[in-house]
């Protein structure tokens, strides 16, 4: 069991020059709560997510990143930004393993491709799920929904 606060700055800290060097707006709205789950999967859900944030996110930008507890226990983990987004003809490959898309990406390195494959396997791997959301941000918005606590069985 750990706090996920911490976890969440941790993963923003590894990003923080980029985030200076390209003047990105964080909107933090992370809940205090616990959450009993791998700590180590978790932070590589968060780095992979934040990590596509800040690689497709304009100069002047803005990343979001809200966590609460919804009403049947589960973690709501939204991670959105104000890049291009994921083209529709894009949407149903992106999280097969090796899959980069057409759209250019920014920063110096290529990424591989194996990103978001990793973190669905982590995320199932905790009995979530996590979904493309369209509407509320200009880019791309990933949902994680996890359990707060692993089902318990006597």
């Known amino acids: 069991e750990f706090r996920l606060q911490p976890l969440v700055k941790s993963a923003i800290e590894t990003y923080q020059l980029p985030i200076n060097a390209h003047r990105l707006r964080l ?4 809940e205090d709560l616990s959450l009993h789950a791998d700590r180590s999967k978790l932070k ?11 690689k497709f996110t ?7 990143v809200r ?10 983990l ?7 987004g994921i083209p529709v003809d894009e949407r149903a490959r992106i999280f ?11 920063g110096l390195v290529r990424g591989t491709g194996i990103g978001l494959s990793v973190v669905q396997e982590f995320v199932q791997a905790h009995g979530g799920t996590i979904e493309l ?10 949902r994680v929904w996890l359990p707060q606590s692993p089902d318990r069985h006597p």
């Open 96 to 106: 097969e393993a090796f899959y980069q898309g057409a759209t250019p990406q920014g």
């Open 27 to 30: 909107d933090l709205q992370v």
């Open 133 to 142: 959301v369209d509407g509320e941000f200009p880019g791309a918005h990933f």
């Open 44 to 54: 590589l859900i968060l780095d992979n997510l934040i990590s596509n944030a800040v």
């Open 58 to 64: 304009p100069d002047g930008g803005t990343i979001t």
């Open 78 to 84: 939204d991670v959105a930004d104000t890049g291009p």
């Open 67 to 76: 966590a609460r507890l919804d009403d049947q226990r589960r973690m709501v």
